[in-house]
């Protein structure tokens, strides 16, 4: 922490330029060289206060660099633009890293306001974060970017000052532009959705003539293999592994494809295959083919998420058979400690609660998860609590265009649901389960028609949305001990 011989009168001189000081967020970054952020009226600006040594960091907000008198120090505010982000990135290593830790957790920021709030939830809990995570849909839904989504992660690390690793996640990837554009701004974790390439219709077994030695080979070695799980034995059939390599062997040729565009630009990721976003739940075999195959072909990934049975809707909690759910779960942790050297993935991990000890346990702690519109819906809890006529257009608006918020999301809410007696004026109206599952698939249309406004209460309530944020985390997580 800087001499409060320095700090008192730092942050005196920048409340009369109307900028208040994150305290927290005051790092040293190298001998007489400190970074810090600022909240202005219409944004934050990362500052820099030094003795004297240029950094080159692009468009002062002062003409001229401030003078904390009697200090020997200055200062100047600049913008977290990608130019800016490089020197600190280049020079004092604040960027994200890849996960070292056997338990990850994803929490995305559809609003680019709530990291410095996610990372006081993770305090004293042993779980990697994973603080940039979005998808191309997430990213056109907000118009947004991999860069911007990025900065405004950073920009959060540095105000909460935590200097622990993080990492950031291109999430359910589908193509190569989305790719490269992660790439190029440096992510260090790739998830791959491959539920577009598999072979849908006649997967029937004598649909296979086509399939390759690779795909042979590992239906040979596999076939009748007996695999033990806590709830008993399972005796891998030949059938169902030629069944996995008709609908799996294109999207796996995918996935090395991507791999090898990775591996010729960074030197390091975490790469995460996703096969959860499909109709059909993921089997053994499935498991068995997709892991063995990639294994085989050289490719060390990182994490796989299957799917699981039961409905993992967003916003509500895990619908469906229980028991069934941690039967299955059992048996695919077996196969990934059978292959060894990748994590079991949950996707739509957002209040999920019922799942989350029986999914902590039969990992062994070994897991990634995600979340993303669980903080949205607590950003709205703030706007429900201070702007109530805010809320109700905004409720009126995702309601008039469900269905088109539908086209993005498998969810099973439609118009009729809806009374148009309901109370918006309960405190209780975000706990009906409907109304959240409307409230989290519209991010995108209410942004588009009222971001302003819904930016305006979150900025004027700051304190309140980051602890309502952290609480909803903490209470994620709290069941991941």
Known sequence: ?????????????????????????????????????????????VGILSKGKALGFRVPFFSEDIK??????????????????????????????????????????????????????????????????????????????FRDVLLKAVLGVLEAGYTGGFGADADHIKDERYLLEAADAGYTMYTLDVSEMLVKGDVSPDKADHLSQHSRDIIKDFSGKRISFKGGEYTVKEEELYRSAVIYEKAMNFVERVHGL???????????????????????????????????????????????????????????????????????????????GYRLSLHSGSDKFSVYRIFNDATQHNFHIKTSGTSWLQALNVIHEKD??????????????????????????????????????NPQVLQNPKVKQLLHISYGVLLDEKKQEIYDVLNRHEAQHYRYVADNIKKHLELLK
């Open 68 to 145: 904390v008198e009697a200090t020997g120090f200055s200062f100047n505010l600049y913008p977290l633009s990608f130019e800016n982000y490089l020197i600190l990135r280049d020079e004092f290593g604040i960027a994200p890293v890849l996960c070292k830790n056997k338990a990850s957790f994803g929490t995305g920021d559809r609003l680019g306001l709530a990291t410095s709030a996610h990372l006081s939830a993770f305090k004293g809990y042993d779980l990697f974060p994973v603080l940039s995570q979005q998808s191309p849909r997430e990213l056109e839904k907000t118009h947004r970017d």
């Open 262 to 340: 990775l591996k010729e630009r960074l030197r390091g990721f975490d790469l995460e295959v996703s096969i959860d976003e499909g109709d059909r739940d993921t089997t053994v075999e499935d498991h068995i083919f997709v892991a063995e195959y990639l294994h085989r072909r050289g490719i060390d990934f990182w994490s796989l998420a299957p799917k699981f049975p039961g409905e993992f809707e967003k916003a509500v909690d895990y619908r469906g058979d229980i028991d069934k759910f941690a039967l299955e779960l059992d048996k695919h942790c077996a196969v990934a400690r059978m292959l060894g």
């Open 388 to 425: 109530r006529q805010l809320f109700k257009e905004l409720y009126r608006i995702a309601l008039d265009n469900l269905e088109e918020s539908k086209k993005a999301y498998k969810i099973s809410i439609c118009r009729q649901d809806f009374d148009e007696g309901l109370d918006l004026d």
């Open 1 to 45: 922490m800087m001499d409060k011989g320095v700090l008192n009168p730092l942050s005196s001189l920048l409340s009369r330029h109307s900028f208040v000081l994150y305290s927290n967020s005051v790092r040293k970054l190298a001998e007489d060289i400190y970074v810090f952020v600022v909240k202005g009226n219409a944004d934050k600006k």
